[in-house]
């Protein structure tokens, strides 16, 4: 079956973890992804991000498999002429383009976006910074961590009183890449209707502070500062990790009658009646004594009888998983979200569309696998 982006080529430049998650998108969507990798560094920077690596290949960590499915593998040297002919060939043929070099890095190699959307207008050309094309800090080295701490999300993660944390994975490389992608798919939808390709310039730290939301907007409109809460929920209480007798469980009351079920569960069917906890703005301002009752009332319970018991009610309650329980559950398992390729157990698009579903046609590239091919009969420009 035809994957949505069948019949594009996109041509990526990028490296790490933000534009190799854009184009891989791409790539599973059905668009033909030729990655460009520097063979003085032996390819991408993440190819050596381990140990963990695959056995046997050295040039494949766990790291690089995350965001590299779907793609060849081409070296080629970017700073001499001959690379330089060779990737303006490229472009010549390419629909999309992605690259995180600096802000002018590939200019001084004509690869810029203002020498190539010149020289082919139809071409969508992506670039992807750590804070944008403009700006007093356009010309800072971006780097996922740097990003949390800039845009303010690690200032809001973590425990309360505790140092400031950053999210257990590089999700800001992650959604900043996923923002890169639906900036594609608009791009080219503005070419089928006119023609035009554009230049897309997505910032680490401009996407990071976009998905502060309710966060930010709280603090836009009242002036006060978001401090750290743990697991708590800035806006609804009781909605935050609790310790039962033999784990930890999630709670997440989103109303005033899933309050309500939830202490007739625990036996304490006063606290719903009370003033102080009967509405949401209520507990929210006695956030503190209410969570100490409820803290002492689910550690006389199990992990299991309190989930079956709340799901029982309709009050919603989860657990919180290792990585081994999240992969190998049946809910994984239906949906498709750990996949096999060649051997390799990668994770799998959560996309799931109807006619043009997503695809796995080659695993991750070992370095410049795909050179002689893809370069084989190319007329330089």
């Known amino acids: 079956m035809a994957g949505a982006l069948d019949g594009l080529v996109v041509l990526d430049l990028s490296r790490i973890l933000a534009g190799p998650t854009a184009t891989q998108m791409l790539g599973d969507l059905g668009a033909k992804v030729i ?82 959307c010149a020289a082919h207008p139809a071409l969508i050309y992506c670039s992807i910074t750590g804070f944008g094309q403009t700006g007093p800090n356009a010309n800072k080295p971006g780097y996922d961590l740097m990003a949390q701490g800039f845009g303010g999300i690690m200032s809001i993660t973590g425990a309360e009183g505790g140092e400031p944390m950053k999210v257990g994975v590089a999700v800001a490389d992650v959604v900043c890449g996923l923002y890169a992608s639906v900036g594609i798919l608009a791009a080219l939808h503005h070419r089928t209707e006119t023609g035009q390709g554009q230049h897309i310039d997505v910032g680490l730290v401009d996407t990071q502070m976009a998905w502060l939301i309710n966060q930010a907007t709280g603090y836009l409109q009242t002036q006060n500062v978001p401090v750290r809460k743990g697991n708590a929920h800035p806006n609804i209480v009781p909605y935050q990790v609790f310790e039962a007798r033999d784990g930890y469980v999630i709670l997440a009351v989103g109303n005033d009658s899933q309050f309500r079920r939830c202490v007739a569960w ?16 209520a507990r929210l301002a006695n956030r503190d004594t209410l969570v100490t009752t409820l803290s002492a009332l689910f550690k006389t319970h199990t992990v299991g009888a309190i989930i079956t018991g709340l799901e029982g009610v309709g009050v919603p309650v989860g657990p919180v998983n290792t990585l081994e329980d999240a992969l ?11 996949i096999d390729m060649d051997g390799l157990k990668l994770l799998g698009n959560p996309l799931k569309l109807s006619r043009t579903p997503v695809s796995y046609r080659s695993p991750p590239p070992r370095f410049g696998q795909d050179t002689d091919e893809v370069l084989d009969g190319l007329d330089p420009i």
């Open 35 to 116: 990655k460009i990798e520097n063979p003085k560094t032996k390819g991408d920077d993440t190819r050596t991000w381990g140990p963990p690596f695959v056995e046997g290949k050295p040039d494949l960590s766990t790291y690089f498999l995350s965001a590299n499915r779907n793609k060849l593998s081409v070296a080629i040297d970017i700073t001499t002429p001959e690379g330089q002919a060779q990737l303006k060939a490229l472009a010549a043929q390419a629909d999309i383009l992605v690259e995180n070099y600096k802000v002018g890095g590939l200019a001084k190699y004509g690869l810029d976006h203002a020498s190539l």
């Open 266 to 281: 625990l036996g304490a069917q006063g606290l719903a009646d009370s003033p102080d906890y009967a509405t949401n703005s």
């Open 328 to 338: 190998t559950s049946d809910q994984a398992k239906a949906r498709e979200m750990v």
